[in-house]
């Protein structure tokens, strides 16, 4: 193991995280879930930091990462709503926008071929509202009480991105196919 190997292992432990936040969520010790999501945060910009700076970046690294940031982002999700705190409703659409964007990724794969997986503004734009939807409500359950207009506002903003954003793979994704299927043919 050397140094380069690092960005790697912190992604490892942010995958470890997500037991114990999980646990701390579904037992509603919400205080110390945050102090842990803070860490996964920390740890998140830390390995791409390490892995930029340092040319440390490797395959493994670039499926690690956002593996970690998903698993923990869709536990978030499932424990919160299994608590009652988040609409089991917005869970599943968030889960179906996932499963639709591997489904056609997989069939591009094997139907078109090769690709590189890069996400979308809008797709970011909608991580960023997840993660600060799962931030507001741990947060309001553990630390200070957040006005349920803005929880609201929230998970109406994750809800819009997260129907756009899927709907932008469905198409960007439908055109690259298209256009690959018609050089095929040429």
């Known amino acids: 193991m050397t140094l380069r190997d690092l960005p790697n292992l912190i992604s490892v ?107 979308t503004w809008i797709s970011k734009l909608n991580t960023v509202f997840q993660i600060v939807l799962v931030l507001a409500i741990v947060f309001s359950l553990g630390v200070y009480t957040l006005s349920p207009a803005m929880i609201n506002g929230l998970v109406i903003m994750v809800t819009i991105t997260t129907l756009i954003s899927g709907l932008d793979y469905i198409w960007v994704w439908g055109r690259r196919a298209t256009l690959a299927s018609k050089q095929e043919r040429s």
């Open 13 to 119: 432990l942010r995958i470890v995280l997500v037991i114990p936040i999980v646990y701390l969520l579904v037992q509603r010790q919400f205080g110390l879930a945050l102090v842990l999501f803070a860490v996964a945060g920390i740890s998140d910009g830390l390995d791409g930091y390490l892995a930029k700076r340092y040319n440390w970046s490797s395959r493994l690294g670039s499926i690690l990462d956002p593996l970690a940031d998903k698993l923990l982002l869709v536990s978030a999700f499932l424990a919160l709503a299994w608590v009652g705190e988040i609409p089991l409703w917005l869970v599943i659409a968030i889960m179906a926008r996932d499963v639709i964007i591997i489904l056609g990724g997989i069939i591009y794969h094997y139907l078109i071929g090769q690709f590189e997986m890069v996400p």
